[in-house]
């Protein structure tokens, strides 16, 4: 998938605090949604389409995925 994640608008969780590692996520032109290191903001950046952004917030929501699985 190509998506430019140059004008993206990134933010973490309001869960999230200062000295936690956390993600941050920024929701794309055409439905896109852009996940990175909130430690490495430069780095590269997982990008899901609306399909697969919905499956994986719903395994995680669920239990069936894990911290030792992400």
Not at 23 to 28: H, I, P, S, W
């Amino acid at each position: 998938m190509n998506a430019s994640l140059s004008d993206a608008n990134w933010f973490k969780s309001s869960y999230s605090s200062a000295e936690k590692d956390c993600v941050e996520v920024a929701f794309l032109r055409g439905g896109s949604v852009g996940v990175r290191d909130s430690k490495n903001a430069a780095g590269p950046a997982l990008v899901f389409n609306s399909r697969g952004w919905d499956s994986f917030t719903a395994r995680i929501a669920s239990g069936e995925l894990g911290p030792s699985q992400l």
